[in-house]
């Protein structure tokens, strides 16, 4: 990660103390196997079972 | 652990010692180092690291966006019957699974009407999901069978896919009824809270004896079917009644299940109970990472949803869809914008296919806003909170239960802990 409006090769503005993650979509797009459904749709608790 | 915040960045000190960072906003997980850490937590901070924080703070991903629901309902949930063959102690339906209204099977005709009004509206291309919900829907097969075949006759000829869900308590289902839900290829929860000594005590049959034999035979016909099901989850529900969320993770995690849900049940004065559960869980994720990694972190299903939500940087803004894209019916054809509200007669929608659009309305802010969720730096994993529990605890839906809201943040940090760890790895 680069300071903001610094060019990737200006070495002493590298970040030296936050490393951000890559967030991986591939990983959470898998239909199996197939856990809780989003709770945007619906989620929660069901009752009375 | 420990929290440090910046506005929109939050440091988490782990309890292995190391810090990981969130943006709130953007969505964005890091690791960061002790000068980051100290820059966060104590006023004499390493400039450097100060800086790195506050471009961090101010900087506007553009990778991250808000999650949008789909325009109208596409979520039904209906119980199919209103009795049980248990009577749970905690049992939030009336006590015994009837809400006060006992129907040994639903108004099947009234179910039509509201299935075909509801898949008339959906588009072509798009989802629709029914939920079997009871008392115990698996009272009732027939029925079960009879709303199936309705549904896929509705949507012959259009491109639309209709997926099913139920919630059991596993003690009726046969071979019969296991190739029925394979059929369907239905997402089954059955709920379960633990071992015996507990779930025998917690889930009582209706004339008092342990109904855990039972449920476990019913598991094994559902596995053995396992390949032909859409999911096959366990759910176990926790509370003032019970805490013990490792011992029950313990006993369900050999049991290949591929996704256990551990809820809590609110109450009043539920506070000890309520951190009780938080400490157990966020225990039970250190073991499932210490077993299988990500994929055995995330069969627990609140992780699950906190690696989908980081992986695809959208922000919820709703807990869940209920009044927006999800109604429920009772048996007699009630309408009620959640399963949780059923038999509540001040919180009816409708009833048959007519809908009071005026008072769904009332569902249409997003949550997070409903509740003043203001800056909560987790109100995006989050997504609002809970209107039941709102309700439960506090009497009105859109007054916030701090304790709900302490409980989530706690275990979403240690979702988030997770998290960096895992893309880290990778």
Excluded at chain 1, 38 to 49: F, L, M, Y
Excluded at chain 2, 40 to 69: G, M, Y
Excluded at chain 2, 110 to 124: F, G, S
Excluded at chain 2, 391 to 402: C, I, M, P, Q, S
Aim: with cysteine; net charge neutral.
């Amino acid at each position: 990660m680069l300071k903001q409006g610094i060019k990737a090769d200006s070495k002493e503005n590298e970040v030296k103390h936050i490393k951000k993650v890559a967030p991986q979509p591939e990983k959470s797009a898998s239909p199996k196997p197939q856990v809780t459904p989003p709770r945007t749709a619906s989620g929660c608790i069901p009752v009375g079972d | 652990m420990e929290l440090a915040r910046k506005d929109q960045v939050i440091a988490i000190r782990t309890s292995k010692g190391s810090v990981v960072g969130f943006h709130a906003r953007n969505l964005e997980v890091a690791r960061l180092d002790d000068l980051a850490w100290s820059a966060l937590s104590s006023p004499s901070a390493d400039a450097e690291a100060l800086e790195e924080i506050q471009l961090w703070n101010s900087q506007v991903s553009e990778s991250a966006s808000d999650a949008v629901l789909p325009n109208g309902v596409r979520s039904f949930a209906i119980n199919i019957a209103q009795i049980c063959n248990l009577k749970c102690g905690y049992c939030a339906a009336g006590g015994d699974g009837t809400f006060g209204d006992p129907m040994k099977e639903a108004d099947l005709e009234t179910l039509y009407e509201q299935i075909r009004m509801l898949l008339h509206d959906v588009p072509n291309g798009g989802e629709f999901k029914i939920t079997f919900l009871g008392g115990e829907p698996l009272t009732v097969p027939d029925a079960i069978r009879a709303i199936h075949r309705f549904a896929k006759l509705q949507v012959a000829g259009r491109d639309i896919k209709v997926r099913y869900d139920i919630v059991t308590n596993g003690t009726l289902v046969t071979a019969v009824i296991a190739d029925l839900l394979a059929s369907m290829q239905a997402n089954v929860t059955v709920s379960i809270d633990g071992p015996p000594e507990v779930n025998d005590i917690n889930r009582p049959t209706k004339g008092g004896k342990g109904s855990t034999a039972k449920t476990l035979a019913g598991i094994q016909q559902l596995l053995a079917v396992k390949d032909k099901l859409g999911s096959l989850s366990c759910g176990a529900v926790f509370g003032q009644h019970h805490t013990g969320v490792m011992a029950t993770y313990k006993f369900l995690q050999p049991m290949g299940f591929d996704s256990l849900r551990f809820d809590f049940a609110v109450g009043d004065g539920d506070e000890e109970a309520s951190r009780k559960y938080a400490e157990e869980l966020r225990s039970v994720a250190d073991l499932a990472w210490e077993i299988g990694g990500e994929l055995e972190l995330r069969r627990l299903s609140m992780f699950d949803l906190y690696f989908r939500v980081l992986d695809s940087q959208k922000r919820l803004h709703n807990h869940c869809g209920a009044g927006k894209t999800h109604l429920h019916s009772d048996s007699r054809g009630r309408l009620t914008t959640c399963q949780w509200f059923s038999g509540e007669q001040t919180e009816q929608v409708g009833a048959g296919t007519t809908i009071d659009h005026s008072r769904l309305q009332e569902y249409a802010d997003p949550l997070v806003e409903r509740h003043s969720c203001g800056s909560c730096w987790v109100r995006h994993l989050c997504g609002g909170g809970c209107m039941y529990v709102n309700k439960t605890k506090k009497g009105f839906k859109h007054e916030k239960d701090e304790e709900f809201c302490i409980r989530t943040r706690s275990i979403i940090a240690k979702g988030i802990e997770y998290y960096a760890e895992a893309r880290y790895q990778s």
